[in-house]
């Protein structure tokens, strides 16, 4: 069995198809992953909107017939609306159906789906696609942004390996390189490598409040630092919640690097200051060829 047809599904369900579900409807068309494309949201005129884009066949404003026969159900919604609708959606789903969402945590979502054990039709297997925009919203979809990302499964306990396999094979067909971890490891991982880089942002950009007619002076280094700034706030008020423990984890150890170059500046330790900026040259640098 090739690729393609080990990734076939007869008809995907994309629950929440903002920026991200979107575009994954666009790549599962384009690269005929799934015959059909159903959609569900909760506003009649984004379903409108929705339903006129071309990769989309049906768009609903209820779940339930939204998800109906559906082989592929992915729930692209917020964290918190994610957790909501997931115990409804494994109930609902048909008998064999594949689940998986695409929330930047796992751990919550990953309890929620194995205390549904005993009631499920469908089976769940978390995912995170780790790719997207600060911007949002189906107008800024696009099926490219897969491509060479990574993406991280998170399977728990014994699972259906063969949709497991079908799984992983479907973001690989998509042009993404899959990564498997338990969900605990995955929400200490994204701590470090995307929710501090938020907040890290948002500093950068709150310290210019008393100084904000500067920013016109500011370059692409500055712009390039606070991009992700812009993300939706409420969207990351769930992610920085929901990741507390870690993230405070991740805070600390920050605020640990910035003491040691304050310590190097205020006593004139040109070596320790050149170590420190030689090693994260390094290391940045290195992630260049990843």
Known sequence: MSQQESTTF????????????????MVLY???????????LRNEKKRQECESSLWCDRAFTELLPAIEDSDLILLCSTVDHIAELLPQVL??????????????????????????????????????PMTG???????????????GKQCIVTPTGEKDKNRLDKLVSMWSSIGMNVTTMNPKRHDEIV??????????????????????????????????STRIASGNPEMWLQILQGNKKNLLREIDSLKQELENFKTALKSDDCRKLICLLTNAKD?????NDI
């Open 283 to 287: 290391l940045r640098d290195a992630l």
């Open 191 to 224: 701590a470090s490598i995307s929710h501090l880089p938020h907040l890290v942002s948002s500093s950068l950009m709150n310290a210019m409040s008393e100084n904000k007619e500067w920013l016109k002076l500011s370059g692409n280094g500055f712009k390039d």
């Open 133 to 147: 925009s600060e911007k949002n919203g189906i107008e800024h979809a696009s099926s490219r942004i897969f491509e």
């Open 10 to 25: 007869r008809r995907a369900t994309i629950i929440g198809p903002g920026l991200l579900g979107a575009s994954i409807g």
């Open 91 to 128: 109930k609902s789903a048909k008998q064999g159906a594949l689940i998986t969402d695409v929330g930047s945590l796992k751990e919550k979502i990953c309890e929620i789906a194995g205390s549904s054990v005993g009631i499920e039709h469908g089976m769940f297997i978390g995912s995170h």
């Open 30 to 40: 384009e690269k005929r992953i799934a015959q059909q494309i159903h959609a569900y």
